[in-house]
């Protein structure tokens, strides 16, 4: 399994930034995709999801209407559009492929790669 999330930086509140997630070939295209984050001194955390088919993303409550999930099967590749950041969206941003048990989603592997940093700030 191989993920490399990037895209992360700097931003104040009120921006914009979009993360990518490149995902190893043999993984990616059978999988739903799902971003997560962990923010210092929190547990990672399922930010937005989207199946295999590029239908049907589901998001967290905190970013819903601000951040917006797409997929490019062909590049092997998730993007994580976000907007009007806030400062508790700082964290390390990662990707995974993801799997729905028991009606709630979960990581399928336990592999996360090295994550991006984002950062919210003024």
């Known amino acids: 399994v191989q993920l490399q999330a990037s895209g992360g930086g700097l931003v104040q509140p009120g921006g914009s930034l979009r993360l990518s997630c490149a995902a190893s070939g043999s993984i990616f295209s059978i999988n739903a995709m799902g971003w997560y984050r962990q923010a210092p001194g929190k547990q990672r955390e399922l930010v937005a999801v989207i199946t295999s088919g590029g239908r049907i993303p589901k998001y967290a409550d905190s970013v819903k209407g601000r951040f917006t999930i797409s997929r490019d099967n062909a590049k092997n590749t998730v993007y994580l559009q976000m907007n009007s950041l806030k400062p508790e969206d700082t964290a390390v941003y990662y990707c995974?492929?993801?799997?729905?048990?028991?009606?709630?989603?979960?990581?399928?592997?336990?592999?996360w790669g090295q994550g991006t940093l984002v950062t919210v700030s003024s």
């Open positions: 995974t492929p993801t799997e729905m048990v028991g009606g709630s989603w979960y990581p399928r592997y336990n592999y």
